[in-house]
């Protein structure tokens, strides 16, 4: 059986205006929805179809090659169903098909989502529709109304003997991803029977965006996935570090570092630090410089913090700094490794996985007959980095800085 994807997109939302086609990580939101449904490698273009009222919609929609279908307004109305949608569109096909239905207001749901959601449906697609569902947060029995007057209703003596853990689960459609058959579908006239299975999703992915607040909370979910960001950044990192080096092809020292290298300035060096860059980045940019004999005299390398906060785990962050430690001895390169200074209460860094990571650098540093200096000795107490050096948790303040720039200059002994 065929299967295709549809993405309905009215124009006339009034909470939040145009929220379907509103910019999200530099493309309008719907187009996330499309990508997800290319990413799952369900569905070639052109079985995905966008309906639409809004020919400016159409118009920028059809630049991503999939079909446009072009509903008339009196099915984009306010009072209009989802229904009504589906069942204009579905009509014009003849055969029975699967489809999925995307709502754009979900741009955070995945490829991975869709596919494995199709995995339950194929298992049972003779009998049941597949739909997206979230644990919700609270328990049924906590939810109530509240009168005119204020006066909650059937709540009396609930938080007697509650705890959270003896609850049962429960679950809510999220809107993130519907499944049915054509037949099925326009028979029923709803996703919901009986015999509805549930596809369970949790995180970011389960973001719905219906107003201003929810849309913040979509552009934040993309804006704090690390791993994303450091994939949309490479290329980025790699020119970075091209006009570095021809903009300080006079220096053989070099500071190779992230954010928090930014602002010291050691003599006769060259700062190539990188706000966000990983050390893993770092390396497969740099690996051709330094194989290429282009190579600096010394490097002072100061990275690692951000790989933790991009979710590497500990095994790859040991290897990444072997290899930088092999490739500067192989190339004859002078090497000072700075420890990964500690955090305060940042979520996606444990210091504790930090002290593994130093522990292990230090001695592969120095059994390579390397240089390793910790300013954890004067930054941090009690395994945490003090937070009168500190803006963020994460960045120095400039006291800090300035106590980081002295001990280096003491430490680092540059050649020449």
């Known amino acids: ?53 809004d020919k400016n919609y159409a118009e920028i929609i059809a630049t991503t ?99 959270r853990q003896k609850k049962e689960k429960t679950y809510y459609p999220n809107g993130a991803i519907f499944i049915s058959t054509k037949q099925r579908y326009l028979k029923e006239k709803s996703f919901f029977t009986e015999d509805t299975l549930g596809y369970k999703m949790s995180g970011k992915s389960t973001i719905d965006v219906d107003g201003k607040d929810d849309f913040y909370q979509a552009v934040g979910g993309i804006f ?65 410089t330094i194989l290429s004999k282009r190579a600096p005299k010394e490097i002072l390398l100061a990275l690692g913090v951000n790989d933790f906060i991009t979710g590497y785990d500990v095994l790859e962050i ?28 940042i979520a996606t860094v444990n210091n504790d996985d930090l002290i593994v990571i130093n522990k292990f650098v230090k001695e592969h540093t120095e059994r390579n007959g390397f240089k390793w200096v910790d300013p954890n000795i004067q930054l941090s107490k009690n395994g945490r980095l003090q937070y009168k050096y500190t803006v963020d948790g994460l960045h120095l303040n400039e006291e800090g800085n300035k106590i980081l720039t002295d001990f280096l200059r003491k430490n680092v002994m540059w050649e020449g």
Not at 6 to 31: C, E, H, Q, T, W
Not at 142 to 150: E, I
Not at 265 to 285: F, M, Q, W, Y
């Open 318 to 345: 040991k290897e990444n700094f072997l290899h930088f430690i092999k490739l500067a001895k192989k190339n004859d390169v002078k090497l000072t490794v700075m420890s990964i200074f500690d955090t305060l209460f």
């Open 224 to 288: 704090f996935d690390y791993k994303r960001r450091e994939i949309q950044n490479e290329f980025f990192y790699k020119e970075k570090y091209r006009n570095y080096l021809k903009e300080n092809s006079h220096y053989d020292k070099w500071i190779v570092g992230d954010s928090r290298m930014l602002g010291i300035t050691l003599e006769k060096s060259a700062n190539l630090s990188i706000g966000g860059v990983t050390l893993k980045r770092a390396l497969e940019s740099l690996e051709q």
């Open 65 to 163: 090659g999939v079909n446009i279908v072009l509903r008339d307004k009196s099915l984009a109305t306010d009072t209009a169903t989802t229904f009504d949608a589906l069942n204009d569109f579905l009509s014009d096909f003849e055969e029975d098909l699967s489809f999925i239905l995307l709502q754009p207001t979900s741009p955070l749901r995945t490829g991975e989502n869709i596919s494995d959601a199709f995995e339950i449906f194929d298992a049972n697609s003779t009998n049941a529709n597949v739909v997206g569902i979230s644990q919700a947060d609270k328990d049924l029995s906590l939810y109530t109304t509240v009168s005119s007057n204020n006066k909650l209703s059937g709540l009396a003596g609930v938080d007697k003997n509650y705890t």
């Open 1 to 53: 059986m065929r299967k295709i994807c549809v993405i309905l997109a009215r124009s006339g939302s009034k909470g939040l205006k145009n929220k379907n086609m509103l910019f999200i990580d530099g493309k309008p939101m719907l187009f996330h929805s499309i990508d997800a449904a290319l990413a799952s490698n369900l569905f070639d273009k052109e079985d995905i179809f966008v309906s639409t009222d």
